[in-house]
């Protein structure tokens, strides 16, 4: 024999509570985390396109005439870097609402199959930016006596440490990508 209580409105029960799906709050938090890291994403890939493409100095040389000047769009792998963040933080940018609806609807599946995606295209896009422009900063700073390339930085100071610090920033911005595409992953193995 079953016994069936209705409950009006008002009423209480003793009856236990029906708890909240675990599930859809880890997912909701995972979304949320999501959002989060993409923005810090923007910031350091937007910062690392500027530092690299507003870096130059000029070096006089005996006269004021006669100068040596360092700039970026000298050399085709730092073109290459700048054209890369920029690319990889306009999609960020463009990702973020696909991002919040991760949170309104936690469940939705195809979108996240999207973003893993491209978030890993545009992580492979970063790294080959990063890795041309590392070559080329590591040959600045030490040269490579072999084949007659001299250090630069010695005279070319500024313009160094420039490069280098973008370069920390477009690192960063690989380091975060791969913990979003981790993200999505987990929010995807979870849904089976």
Same mark, same amino acid.
């Given at each position: 024999?079953?016994?069936?209580? *209705?409950?009006? /409105?008002?009423e209480s029960s003793k009856a236990p509570l029906v708890p909240v799906p +675990? %599930?859809?709050?880890?997912?909701?938090? +995972?979304?949320?985390?999501? +959002? #989060?890291?993409?923005?810090?994403? &923007?910031?350091?890939? &937007?910062?690392?396109?500027?530092?690299?493409?507003?870096?130059?100095?000029?070096?006089?040389?005996?006269?004021?005439?006669?100068?040596?000047?360092?700039?970026?769009?000298?050399?085709? $792998?730092?073109?290459?870097?700048?054209?890369?963040?920029? *690319?990889?933080?306009?999609?960020?940018?463009?990702?973020?609402?696909?991002?919040?609806?991760?949170?309104?609807?936690?469940?939705?599946?195809?979108?996240?199959?999207?973003? +893993? @995606?491209?978030? %890993?295209?545009?992580?492979?896009?970063?790294?080959?930016?990063?890795?041309?422009?590392?070559? !080329?900063?590591?040959?600045? /700073?030490?040269?490579?006596?072999?084949?007659?390339? @001299?250090? !630069?930085?010695?005279?070319?100071?500024?313009?160094?440490?420039?490069?280098?610090?973008?370069? !920390?920033? $477009? #690192? =960063? =911005?690989?380091?975060?990508?791969? *913990?979003?595409?981790?993200?999505? =992953?987990? =929010?995807?193995?979870?849904? /089976?």
């Amino acid at each position: 024999m079953t016994k069936d209580v *209705v409950i009006e /409105h008002g009423e209480s029960s003793k009856a236990p509570l029906v708890p909240v799906p +675990v %599930a859809a709050g880890v997912s909701r938090a +995972v979304s949320i985390a999501d +959002v #989060f890291l993409r923005f810090l994403s &923007i910031v350091a890939t &937007i910062a690392s396109a500027i530092s690299m493409g507003t870096t130059n100095e000029t070096l006089p040389f005996f006269t004021q005439f006669i100068q040596f000047e360092a700039k970026y769009s000298d050399l085709p $792998s730092f073109t290459f870097f700048v054209a890369a963040n920029a *690319v990889v933080c306009t999609y960020l940018v463009l990702s973020i609402p696909l991002s919040i609806v991760h949170i309104i609807r936690p469940r939705a599946r195809y979108s996240r199959l999207i973003l +893993v @995606f491209f978030d %890993a295209a545009m992580l492979a896009l970063l790294t080959a930016g990063a890795s041309a422009a590392a070559a !080329i900063v590591y040959l600045a /700073h030490k040269g490579n006596v072999r084949t007659n390339w @001299f250090a !630069i930085c010695q005279q070319f100071d500024s313009f160094c440490e420039r490069i280098s610090g973008s370069l !920390i920033g $477009s #690192f =960063a =911005a690989m380091v975060l990508l791969i *913990v979003l595409i981790f993200l999505s =992953a987990f =929010a995807l193995a979870r849904r /089976h």
